[in-house]
């Protein structure tokens, strides 16, 4: 019984951390377009202001939505989360890298590259930034 518990709610994480990736990412590229394209912004000010909105929304969303992690103070959390993030980019660039130099189509291997970073950030968020 327990270890139904337990996959349900692993369940109910990975479906929430769906939803928020979607709208993080949706949002950052509202922003950047906004930005971009309705007020002519630099190209690099206006995806540094969609990725900066982005990570707001999945900080704030995961830390409490996701994983409920609200015996978790947000000024500390928030370095453990920029670390999960940075760390599961740089494997990210590496596996798509590694990929592409064994013959991967760089497509397939961006695809594979999103899969190892959301995992990672998944489990990174799960087990250490927001762990309870």
Do not use: M, Y
């Given at each position: 019984m327990e270890q139904a518990i337990r996959s349900s709610g692993v369940k109910t994480e990975v479906f929430r951390y769906i939803v928020i990736g979607g709208i993080n990412t949706a949002v950052g590229l509202a922003v950047i377009l906004g930005l971009r394209l309705g007020l002519g912004v630099n190209l690099i000010l206006a995806n540094a202001a969609g990725y900066a909105v982005g990570l707001a929304i999945s900080f704030c969303g995961n830390k409490t939505w996701t994983f409920g992690a609200r015996s978790t103070s947000a000024l500390g959390a928030v370095p453990a989360f920029l670390a999960v993030v940075s760390f599961s980019?740089?494997?990210?660039?590496?596996a798509i890298n590694g990929l592409m130099a064994v013959g991967i189509p760089y497509i397939?291997?961006?695809?594979?590259?999103?899969?190892?970073y959301s995992g990672l950030v998944f489990f990174g968020l799960k087990y250490y930034a927001f762990k309870s």
């Open positions: 980019f740089l494997i990210n660039i590496a397939a291997a961006q695809i594979a590259g999103v899969a190892v």
